[in-house]
């Protein structure tokens, strides 16, 4: 069983930054591709960012350019640097780690974008 660990959220004002940090437990991580998803209120979760254990990312259109996703696996960790932070950015950020056949999630960390 893994279990992953959310930090770094909080209330940002527009064009601030944050950066996610998420933590695994267990051995798998470097053997995983890593992922953050978002839920606004409302809204169905969407894919953020994902990185593949080669390091090769993947980012949605609404992020690229401001978003950037990287690992540690020597500390079984995923980031998520975010700049120019946007309202509409404003959501619960999820950790997403997959060993196929396995798929684990966070419990997920609030992001407020809100002057």
């Known amino acids: 069983q893994v279990q992953l660990v959310e930090s770094g959220g909080g209330l940002v004002q527009p064009g601030g930054s944050l950066r996610l940090s998420c933590t695994a437990s267990g051995s798998i991580f470097s053997a995983s591709t890593m992922g953050w998803y978002r839920q606004a209120p409302g809204k169905q979760r969407e894919l953020v960012a994902t990185i593949t254990t080669g390091s090769t990312t993947n980012y949605a259109d609404s992020v690229k350019g401001r978003f950037t996703i990287s690992r540690a696996n020597a500390r079984n960790t995923v980031y998520l640097r975010m700049n120019s932070l946007k309202p509409e950015d404003t959501a619960v950020y999820y950790c997403?780690?997959?060993?196929?056949?396995?798929?684990?999630w966070g419990t997920g960390t609030l992001v407020t974008v809100s002057s």
């Open positions: 997403n780690l997959k060993f196929s056949p396995w798929d684990y």
